[in-house]
């Protein structure tokens, strides 16, 4: 199974908005995917309150799991979103 380490490029983490910018896209894709970090289990990456309570702070590694065809085109998308500052709208330097 596609997996990608990803750090969440929101300053203040995976709150409700950068959480549902993630989980809408993660929605959009064609495959199933989930996101975990070291020492959680993975969580469903549709789920908002899932996804929010993985608790993941701006700076933090997250681990995507994408599984079947186009796994790796969702890992990408996804990986994008969640990089982006959605505090400031800015992709990290």
């Known amino acids: 199974m596609p997996q990608r380490r990803v750090t969440v490029g929101s300053r203040v983490g995976l709150h409700a908005r950068p959480a549902a910018l ?3 896209a993660a929605a959009a894709q064609d495959v199933p995917v989930t996101i975990g970090k070291d020492g959680v289990e993975p969580v469903d990456a549709r789920s908002i ?3 929010i309570g993985l608790d993941a702070k701006g700076g933090e590694e997250v681990v995507l799991h994408a ?3 186009g796994a790796e085109a969702a890992l990408d998308a996804l990986e994008t979103v969640l990089e982006t500052d959605h505090d ?3 992709k990290p330097t």
């Open 22 to 24: 993630f989980v809408q």
């Open 49 to 51: 309150l899932s996804v």
């Open 88 to 90: 400031t709208s800015e």
């Open 67 to 69: 599984e079947g065809e």
